[in-house]
């Protein structure tokens, strides 16, 4: 994953007896993100550099932040990346980097100011001067985040793990994926954090919406990158168990991310799909109807051939023969086969699982 640049600003109250000498600038405001704040604190003129309270830009990227009184240290995190700034010094650090300051952070009327130059120089945001306004422009942040790329991350890591545990490796189902990918960007858009949605009820609904069958899931929010997530998962009873489940042969994962700093998650939610069976299919769906005797055959296996049945009945519980068609299978996981409903006009049951049958109903 990418970031383009990640800023974390901070303004903090402290006690402090050494005040630096420095000059207001009066009538400079701050903008962030096209949002005028307003400070109990104005930007002031260090050394003819352009210091900016920290805090109240911090609490509209929104980054989190720490004071260490005894060693005046100030801690800003922010997603995945750490800044330690120390009052009264030009060297800050941010990871594992270290980053020079023109000028000391400063204290004044008891809050932190740090350089203007460094908040886009050294975290990520672009800054710049209106003359005409007297107005500091800092713009967020864009995080450019590679969704499908985290997908497949996720996806091999559980087959790695299931792997060491001696089981089956899950099968990819795009399919599964998308339904994964709308539960996510569903969480993020209403801002909510649950498997039951308001809007498309709960896994088992959204997945047969679909035309899968019913699926565990498994969600997670806040985490920027797929190892911290699927280790978060693997650390939880219940998630571990619906990756490490032998019964499991299909798999879907959904990442969405947003550019909103104000997103309680930090704007990353994941999602991933789980249905159990040999043979999963596609098509045709769970109620259809049909007014010829070709039926066009279409799923997922995790076998080299799929045995499909056939079942001619005569109502929805209770069957009058059976027979059976022997699928291949690609190379993919996929099949697409077409199969004849030889028992003349009426109500017919397809299956290739225990998981998974889809009523045809023959015109």
Same mark, same amino acid.
């Given at each position: ?263 309680? $998650?930090?704007?990353? $939610? ?84 225990? $998981? ?8």
């Amino acid at each position: 994953m990418k970031h383009a640049g990640l800023v974390f600003l901070l303004i903090i109250g402290v006690i402090w007896s050494g005040i630096v000498d420095v000059q207001a600038a009066p009538e400079i405001k701050i903008q962030v993100d096209g949002k005028t704040l307003s400070s109990d604190v104005e930007p002031v003129i260090d050394q003819g550099r352009t210091l900016v309270p920290l805090r109240v830009v911090m609490e509209n990227l929104g980054a989190k932040v720490s004071y260490e009184h005894e060693t005046k240290t100030v801690i800003i995190k922010k997603f995945t990346r750490n800044m330690i700034l120390k009052i009264d010094s030009k060297e800050a650090r941010i990871d594992d980097e270290v980053a020079i300051l023109d000028v000391p952070a400063a204290i004044v009327s008891n809050r932190t100011l740090v350089p203007l130059r460094f908040v886009g120089q050294a975290l990520g945001s672009t800054v710049h001067w209106e003359d005409k306004t007297k107005t500091v422009v800092i713009g967020a942040p864009q995080l450019i985040f590679d969704t499908k790329g985290a997908e497949q991350e996720v996806f091999s890591l559980v087959n790695k793990v299931r792997k060491q545990h001696g089981l089956q490796p899950l099968i990819w189902v795009e399919e599964l994926a998308d339904a994964a990918r709308a539960h996510s960007q569903d969480m993020g858009e209403h801002d909510f954090f649950a498997h039951i949605s308001p809007t498309t009820g709960s896994p088992a609904q959204r997945v047969q919406s679909y035309g899968l069958p019913g699926a565990a899931e498994n969600i997670a929010a806040g985490y920027t990158d797929a190892n911290a997530v699927f280790d978060a998962w693997m650390l939880s009873p219940d998630h571990r168990g619906n990756i490490l489940n032998p019964d499991h042969r299909f798999i879907g994962n959904g990442v969405y991310c947003e550019n909103d700093n104000r997103d309680p $998650y930090n704007g990353f $939610y994941w999602t991933q799909e789980f249905i159990k069976g040999e043979a999963v299919l596609l098509s045709p769906g769970p109620e259809s109807t049909v007014t010829g005797r070709r039926l066009q055959v279409e799923g997922y296996s995790a076998e080299p051939e799929v045995e499909l049945t056939v079942y001619k009945m005569l109502d929805k519980k209770t069957y009058s023969e059976k027979y059976t068609e022997d699928i291949s299978v690609g190379h993919d996981g996929k099949f697409s086969e077409e199969i004849s409903l030889r028992k003349g006009r009426g109500l017919y049951l397809i299956q290739v699982s225990d $998981y998974d049958l889809r009523y045809v109903e023959y015109q």
